[in-house]
Structure formats: C-alpha cells, structure tokens
C-alpha cells in the first residue's frame, strides 16, 4: 500500500519441505506464518531465529489420504460438495481464438488455471512468469472479480494472462483485460453468447482457450 510505511506481514505456504538455505530467505524478510509439507532440523534451527514466527508442518500422509469431500454448515443442517481436486487435463483444451499459443503461453494459462481453481467464486486471476499477479474473488459478476484481478496487477498485467473459473457471460471481461495489457485467457466455456467473447479476442489480437471443464469453490 501507499504512504511508505513498513510491509505489512505475511503467510508463506510452501510446496516442498524447507532446507537451511530457504529458510535462510524466509528469515530475510517480514514473515509470521509459513506452512510447508515438512522442514529439516537444521532448517527449523534457522527459522526459530526469528522472532514470533509461527510454523505449520503438514502431513503428508493425512493430505494424500483426505477425503474428497467439504462440509458447509448451512441453516438448519450441513452441505457435502465434492473437492475440486480433478487433475488438470490440457487433452480437453481447445483454442478458440485465431491467436494461437506457444508452449510457454500454455504453461503460463496452465498455471492460472490451477490457481484459479483454490478461488472463491466468482473467481479471476492474473499471472505472469508463474506468479499470480492479482486475484479477484467471490464477486457477484465476472467482470467485477476482473477488475479487482486487474487494479492488483496494475502495470504489470502487460503482458499477462487471465484465467477466469467460469464462463465469460459477456464480451465485457475480455475487453477490458486486452484495456489492460492481457494477451492471453484461459475459461471454461459454454456461454450462450461464446461466439461474442471469441470475436472480442480475434479483433483484440488476443488468445483463448476454452477448458470444456469449470472450476467452483464456495
């Protein structure tokens, strides 16, 4: 945020376990929680330097093990919904847009795709070079979530891609991203109005590909 003050603190979650020489970067910077699969004892030797950070070790087993279903407490009773938790199949992708992606762009589209899933609904994300640049969640309309992904990224949606959890209902969402630099997104498809957004894209000089498959996550 603005004003210059000091960076506010954060969660780090981690993929793979914590050696000295990661932990030695976590206790450079201003961090109060990392969550990692597992840390070496001399890792943890290093990370108990710092002040009040607190440190969450999964485990491994109980993940691989968990059940594929979330319980939602609702009025009067409780909701079960399937996880989403389908691995990503890039089979089922088709491009749609004249553009057409290389490998990196679809490594790139691939990696929002993943992130976009763990949004809440409505959900958009911006990425660029593996790293999500903005986020926008739980919105009541699509091209408001975009616009919340977008304003996060700022400058740096130049060049970008958008992965968006649903449908485009509209061309709206695909205007706006190419207004602020996006060359490529990523959605399920299956909008009555498809063929809009598709034109959008091919007058924009952008690339989509349609997933056949939607994220949700509420």
């Known amino acids: 945020g603005g004003g210059g003050g000091p960076a506010p603190p954060w969660v780090g979650g981690v993929t793979r376990p914590r050696d000295p020489a990661a932990a ?7 961090v109060e929680c990392v969550v990692a699969p597992g840390v070496t004892a001399e890792a943890l030797a290093r990370l108990a330097q710092k002040p009040n950070l607190r440190l969450l070790a999964l485990d491994q087993a109980a993940v691989a ?5 979330q319980l939602r407490t609702i009025l009067g009773g409780v909701l079960a919904q399937q996880r989403d938790q389908q691995p990503v199949d890039r089979s089922t992708w ?11 762009l679809l490594a790139e589209l691939d990696f929002a795709w993943r992130v976009v899933r763990h949004v809440r609904s409505n959900a958009i994300v911006v990425s660029k070079d593996q790293q999500t640049l903005g986020i926008g969640a739980g919105q009541m309309n699509r091209v408001g979530a975009a616009e919340l992904a977008l ?6 949606a130049h060049g970008a891609v958008l992965a968006s959890d649903g449908f485009f209902p509209f ?3 695909v205007k706006l991203a190419a207004g602020a630099g996006i060359r490529a997104l990523v959605q399920p498809g299956g909008s009555k109005r498809d063929e809009e957004s598709v034109a959008a894209c091919n007058a924009l000089g952008l690339v989509m590909i349609c997933t056949g498959r939607r994220h949700f996550l509420h």
């Open 65 to 69: 093990g968990a059940s594929g279903q």
């Open 151 to 156: 304003a996060a990224a700022g400058e740096q």
């Open 94 to 104: 088709q491009v749609v847009s004249t553009a057409q992606p290389d490998a990196t």
């Open 24 to 30: 030695a970067q976590l206790v450079a910077i201003f």
């Open 171 to 173: 061309s709206d969402t």
